[in-house]
């Protein structure tokens, strides 16, 4: 904008008079005027009409002094409304870059809140809303991860399933907020038992929990399961229809080297058999299956 108003400015005031001296004045006027308003930035309108006036007014007082002829004053008064118009051609132009800039500034605010909520969401759509762990959706997609690293260090995996014993009835008896609360509860004792940051617990389904634990042998994921039943029991639950009278639970364990062949469904369904042997057994207590590399059969024991 300033080269072009240099531009038309001097030509107007060759078009004015063809004196060269004028000529001259008038470049030397263009440039002072449009290097003060280009050095404020074009921030606000009436100091750089200010300034625009107050070099009109001292070439004016100039060329009277110098005692120029008449012509300039035509010449003059092209310039002032040349540098007029072209003040204003700045100002609307700096004011559509700020609206730009200002709506390239929100469109960037909103896609940084689009993708905080996105996070927040996909958050959510991971965790279980009544006890606040991961929930079964979370837990497959880690159980796969955690899966294929066991497999290239090599390194052991172990699950734990944990069932609430005799829940069903818990629930009848004190009602759905009740159970709710215990589950609550539960799922705070598992989560507090866990010692370190890769571990996982998660609610795999109604009254079922699961614990993943990367790289842990069999013996340190049957001390971990020992320490959640002896929390479970010091805590105390009132349970009026369980034969032990307390919020009690059965864990079925399952520890075993990432085999291909077997895949994370072979050492969930390890777990699973453990936990229906814990079951079967009467509750209250632990059940370990190892499968065999060779043949997949379950070695129980505690």
Known sequence: AVDVTMLV???????AFQDPYNVRLSMAIVVVCFSIVF??????????????????LITMVISHRLGLQAGFWSFA????????????????????????????ELLLHDKQRLLELSAELAELSERDSLTGLANRRR??????????????QPLPLAVLFVD????????????????????????????ESLRRPADLVARYGGEEFIVLLPDTEPDGA?????FILERL??????????????????????????????????????????????????????????????????????
């Open 233 to 302: 029991r010091k805590c105390a639950m009132p349970h009026e229809t369980s034969p032990f009278k307390i919020v009690t639970a059965s864990i079925g364990l399952a520890a075993m080297p990432p085999l291909g062949r077997s895949g994370p469904s072979g050492l969930l369904a390890a777990a699973d058999k453990a936990l229906y042997a814990a079951k079967a057994a009467g509750r209250n207590r632990i059940e370990v299956a190892v499968p065999d590399a060779a043949t997949g059969e379950l070695r129980l024991s505690v």
């Open 77 to 104: 008064m092209q310039f002032a409304v040349v540098v007029a118009g072209m003040i204003l051609l700045c100002h609307f132009m700096m004011r559509a870059h700020r609206v730009d800039f200002l709506q390239s």
């Open 9 to 15: 400015s001097t030509s107007l005031g060759m078009i």
């Open 139 to 152: 837990f497959d997609a880690l159980l796969v991860s955690e899966w294929e690293r066991a497999m290239r």
């Open 164 to 191: 609430v014993d005799f829940f069903k009835s818990y629930n009848d008896h004190k009602g759905h907020q009740a159970g709710d609360a215990c589950l609550a509860a539960v799922a705070k004792i598992l989560e």
């Open 39 to 56: 050095a404020t930035g074009m921030q606000r309108l009436l100091p750089c009409m200010l300034i625009a006036l107050a070099t009109f």
């Open 222 to 226: 049957l001390e971990l399961a020992m």
